[in-house]
């Protein structure tokens, strides 16, 4: 199924002409921008329905204000894609629909085959060189993997238009709307299927006309044609992708293998994405998503990697998005996934929603080489410390999240300083965890999220011990601890506190208080009771009475 894209209901549509991340040029070797053409559109969306009685008459008024062709088949294209219907009943219900060109203008509503010849019937009456396109297309109802041959049934029909010095693609089917998966039409102009480039077109387009394998390749208007096997099995992104420039360089076929893993690299060269999330399908279209993860490498670059539980088919979709206001992303293309071998040892990724790595905001809170971090970490043995640099002071704090989406809060610690922020982790059992790190962003006085860090625990520690327990203080002061950095600590013990902080000036211990001697270490010895805690309180200036908490220890 290619060209079923609406359904027999005519409602108004409102032309995007701010083109918000998109190529502000209708073509890209005419600087001619969608703004130079409002004039023209808002002409064809203000037709009067006195004019719609006969092609020739539509077509001059259409044209009146056209100071070219190309404007002239830019008012044929918004008028058609506003006010022709797709005639879905039909399609689904394999019943014919009208396809003359008067009867469509008549009905308001056809199929592909009726919307080309329209279009092409336009052009006639303004003696612009247009033809009617037949072929296979990847639309509606494309099946990932499904091989065409010259055998099959073409499903579909489109236009190229001759207009300033060469052949152009215009697609008016697709240009008006989709069809849901409620098999419903929802109108939605597009102008990427105007003047669409052919290397984009090709993605879901391919010509085949009166089954002449060779004299249609012309109308691929590609320097070097494909074949149908190749169009076949070539990935096709959605056209949001393509006018973003997201390519994906390392799996270019819709069908990937997966021999235990594969890693699929994701580009966007034009325009840097916000936010990427993927979901993965099983074969009962269950969802998978323990089994895939997303790591940003840069500000363009993204890799996917899939790790199945078992073997199989499932199905990929990865989404996307420039803005980061917009909480429904759109599709930028479907893979299928063929997993033929598994890993010997199943671990499954962190619960997250979007990828992991720094935010997009992550230089401007203050981290001064984000960038330079990996996103992915492997740590041997269960201790794991990352130290990030800064370049001005902030709040930060930081969380540890398990497979099922539980945060550790007492295996994490934050230790700051002037120029840096170290984060400390523990993992209690071997296997994938996520490292969220949060800080407060210059004028807003809550805590987001600046960083998401993927580590590979290899080892479990013999008894996960949590961190002492800190407090915002801690951070104020830029406390940074020695010893003891385990919670629990013996009791009936001589038990060494050694800190360091370039501003407290005064510790409190086990009601002891304790004067600043010198600029290096604090390190005191204090023998513990048989129970209870110990609390480390302190203070950054002698001419205040009150001490604030920076650890607190629990006697075993």
């Not at 006010?83 to 008549?106: C, H, M, Q, R």
């Not at 929802?186 to 669409?196: A, G, I, Q």
């Not at 208080?513 to 110990?534: A, F, H, M, P, R």
Request: charged share 20%.
């Amino acid at each position: 199924m290619g060209c079923c894209f609406s359904k027999s209901t005519i409602q108004p549509v409102t032309v995007d002409q701010s083109q918000n991340f998109r190529s502000k040029y209708v073509s890209s070797d005419l600087k001619i921008t969608y703004n130079d053409l409002k004039s023209i559109d808002d002409h064809a969306l203000q037709t009067p329905k006195s004019v719609e009685n006969s092609i020739n008459e539509l077509a001059d008024y259409l044209a009146k204000p056209a100071k070219s062709e190309l404007e002239t088949i830019r008012s044929f294209y918004v008028w058609i894609c506003n006010n022709i219907s797709y005639n879905a009943t039909a399609f689904f219900s394999g019943t014919s629909a009208v396809t003359e060109p008067s009867d469509v203008l008549k009905s308001k509503s056809s199929v592909c085959e009726g919307y080309a010849r329209l279009f092409q019937a336009l052009c006639v009456a303004k003696n612009i060189k247009c033809q009617k396109i037949s072929g296979f297309s990847k639309g509606y109802g494309h099946q990932l993997g499904t091989i065409l041959s010259h055998q099959n049934k073409t499903d579909h029909a489109w236009n190229i238009v001759f207009v300033s010095g060469k052949w152009r693609f215009i697609e008016t089917t697709w240009g008006a709307g989709h069809i849901d998966n409620k098999r419903t039409f929802v109108k939605k102009f597009s102008n990427f299927y105007f003047l669409t480039k052919p290397e984009h077109f090709i993605e879901d387009h391919f010509p085949y006309i009166n089954n002449d394998v060779e004299g249609s390749k012309e109308w691929q208007l590609l320097r070097k044609p494909v074949s149908l096997e190749e169009f076949s099995k070539t990935l096709k992104t959605t056209h949001v992708a393509r006018e973003w420039g997201v390519m994906f360089p390392s799996h270019t076929n819709e069908v990937v293998k997966v021999d235990r893993k594969a890693s699929i690299s994701m580009e966007s060269k034009q325009i840097s994405l916000t936010n990427v999330s993927v979901n993965l399908y099983g074969s009962s279209r269950e969802l998978c998503n323990e089994s895939v993860v997303i790591i940003k490498n840069n500000n363009s670059n993204y890799t996917i990697t899939i790790t199945p539980r078992k073997t199989g088919k499932y199905m990929l979709q990865i989404f996307g998005t420039v803005d980061e206001s917009q909480h429904v992303m759109p599709n930028l293309t479907e893979y299928s996934i063929e997993c033929t071998s598994i890993e010997n040892e199943f671990m499954p990724y962190p619960e997250h929603g979007g990828f992991y790595g720094p935010s997009n905001d992550c230089k401007l809170r203050g981290f001064a080489n984000s960038e330079s971090i990996s996103a992915f970490q492997i740590c041997q043995n269960g201790e794991f410390e990352l130290t990030m640099k800064t370049n001005k002071t902030f709040k930060c704090s930081a969380d540890i999240f398990e497979t099922d989406g539980s945060r550790s809060s007492d295996f994490v610690m934050v230790e700051q300083s002037n120029n840096s922020v170290c984060v400390r982790a523990r993992f209690v059992s071997k296997g994938y965890y996520k490292i969220t790190l949060f800080s407060e962003f210059e004028g807003s006085d809550t805590y987001s999220e600046a960083m998401n860090i993927l580590v590979l625990n290899k080892k479990a520690p013999n008894i996960p011990t949590p961190f002492p327990q800190t407090y915002s203080t801690t951070v104020e002061y830029n406390c940074h601890l020695i010893e003891p950095l385990v919670r629990n600590i013996p009791s009936h013990s001589n038990v060494r506190f050694v800190m360091f902080s370039p501003v407290i000036q005064e510790l409190l211990i086990d009601g002891k208080v304790y004067k600043k001697e010198n600029d290096q270490l604090w390190d005191i010895t204090l023998k513990t009771d048989d129970s209870g805690v110990v609390t480390v309180s302190a203070k950054a200036d002698n001419n205040v009475n009150s001490y604030s908490y920076i650890y607190q220890y629990v006697i075993d």
